[in-house]
């Protein structure tokens, strides 16, 4: 059995991907740090010759993470992927009291100091 040398398909960094049909392309998802175009892209990659071409700017949400998995549907036409989406709120909270926190017994101490006495009703 021969041995085959292994070759790099591309230099990016395809977060999810995919054959085409005929199995001449790969397509991926790439996520652009450069600033420049789409944070989110589609490039389809020729097997044979190792060309690229970017298909398409993906909007996806603001706050997405990352992606992971790619189904492309039989027409080839269009596919399927997943997102992490994080919410990263921030939350600040003003204008309480904070309490030291009690033990159990501070807590059943107080409960029976406030259970009314028989005949106050």
Known sequence: MALRAKNKLTARKLLAGGFSKDGAQVY?????????????QLYAI??????????APLDLPA????????SLHPDGNRFLTSIAKWP???WMLE???????????????????STPSPGTW
């Open 28 to 40: 991926g998802i790439v996520r652009n740090t450069t600033g420049e175009g789409a944070e989110w």
């Open 46 to 55: 020729d097997v044979k010759t190792g060309a690229e071409k970017m298909l």
């Open 63 to 70: 706050s997405t993470d990352g992606v992971a998995g790619f």
């Open 88 to 90: 990263y709120d921030i």
């Open 95 to 113: 204008g309480f009291d904070q309490m030291p926190r009690k033990t159990w017994l501070d807590r059943l101490l107080r409960s029976l100091d």
